[in-house]
């Protein structure tokens, strides 16, 4: 696990929070890792009551599990929980989407855009920390624009929830060397930041609830080679 010290001084547990956070989004945890307390205090330079608070609001995220006897991992998720999870995000996401759309702004637009290019550069550079950060950018300039501040709160959750699977699929197949699926990742976001670029807001929403079923089928098929 590799944890940073960050170049601005925050509260201990808030530091401990990004850190293992970080490191679950990028990967070096992946799902049923262990995340051994005293280890982890002991890289970021803090006691372990801050590491432990961190890691019970990760809990509550759904991004760790704690077991007894056996202490937190990296949540892994199986089908079942796969297919809630993206039904919630059928329910909740389509409804922020709506809601954001109707306050979108041009900048927001570009903002898209420039997430869209940034994450064109980084498949072809196989760097998997940046495609990421450049998927998750492009999807939250839309989000971050819905003004139900509960409803953004439970889609940023589900989001994080299946952070660590998405960098594990994102990861094997960069290892892989298949950028057929990534391909087809920057063309259905393509086709969505287009729509919002021509004004057609309904085909941009159609084209989400398409991206987001597709990605349903990805986390199944991750899953499928996992056995």
Same mark, same amino acid.
């Given at each position: 696990? #590799?944890?940073?010290?960050?170049?601005?001084?925050? /509260?201990?547990?808030? @530091?401990?929070?990004?850190?293992? +956070?970080?490191?679950?989004?990028?990967?070096?945890?992946?799902?049923?890792?262990? %995340?051994?307390?005293?280890?982890?205090?002991?890289?970021?330079?803090?006691?372990?009551?801050?590491?432990?608070? #961190?890691?019970? /609001?990760?809990?509550?995220?759904?991004? *760790? /599990?704690?077991?007894?006897?056996?202490?937190?991992? *990296?949540?892994?998720?199986?089908?079942?929980?796969? =297919?809630?999870? &993206?039904?919630?995000?059928?329910?909740?996401?389509?409804?922020?989407?709506?809601?954001?759309?109707?306050?979108? +702004?041009?900048?927001? %637009?570009?903002? @898209?855009?420039?997430?869209? /290019?940034?994450? $064109?550069?980084?498949?072809?550079?196989?760097?998997?920390?940046? *495609? %990421?950060?450049?998927?998750? $950018?492009?999807?939250?300039?839309?989000? =971050? +624009?819905? =003004?139900?501040?509960?409803?953004?709160? &439970?889609?940023?959750?589900?989001?994080?929830?299946?952070?660590?699977?998405?960098?594990?699929?994102?990861? $094997?197949?960069?290892?892989?060397? =298949?950028?057929?699926?990534?391909?087809?990742?920057?063309?259905?976001?393509?086709? %969505?930041?287009?729509?919002?670029?021509?004004?057609?807001?309904?085909?941009?929403?159609? +084209?989400?609830?398409?991206?987001?079923?597709?990605?349903?089928?990805?986390?199944?098929?991750?899953?499928?080679?996992?056995?």
């Amino acid at each position: 696990m #590799a944890l940073n010290r960050p170049a601005h001084p925050r /509260t201990a547990e808030a @530091m401990a929070l990004a850190e293992l +956070r970080d490191a679950i989004v990028r990967g070096d945890l992946a799902p049923g890792a262990p %995340i051994r307390q005293s280890a982890a205090a002991e890289q970021l330079g803090l006691s372990i009551i801050p590491v432990r608070e #961190a890691l019970k /609001t990760l809990a509550g995220e759904g991004m *760790v /599990t704690y077991a007894p006897q056996r202490g937190y991992t *990296v949540t892994e998720l199986g089908p079942h929980s796969v =297919d809630g999870i &993206f039904r919630v995000r059928e329910l909740l996401e389509g409804e922020a989407e709506r809601n954001a759309a109707a306050h979108l +702004r041009p900048e927001d %637009i570009a903002a @898209m855009r420039a997430a869209l /290019t940034d994450q $064109r550069a980084a498949v072809g550079a196989a760097d998997v920390q940046r *495609v %990421i950060s450049a998927n998750r $950018r492009l999807h939250f300039a839309l989000f =971050d +624009r819905c =003004d139900n501040e509960w409803l953004l709160r &439970f889609v940023t959750q589900l989001w994080e929830a299946l952070e660590p699977h998405r960098a594990l699929s994102y990861r $094997r197949a960069a290892a892989a060397g =298949d950028l057929v699926r990534a391909q087809a990742i920057l063309d259905e976001h393509e086709e %969505i930041v287009a729509a919002f670029e021509g004004g057609e807001t309904d085909v941009a929403l159609r +084209r989400l609830a398409e991206h987001r079923r597709e990605g349903r089928a990805d986390f199944h098929r991750l899953l499928e080679d996992a056995r």
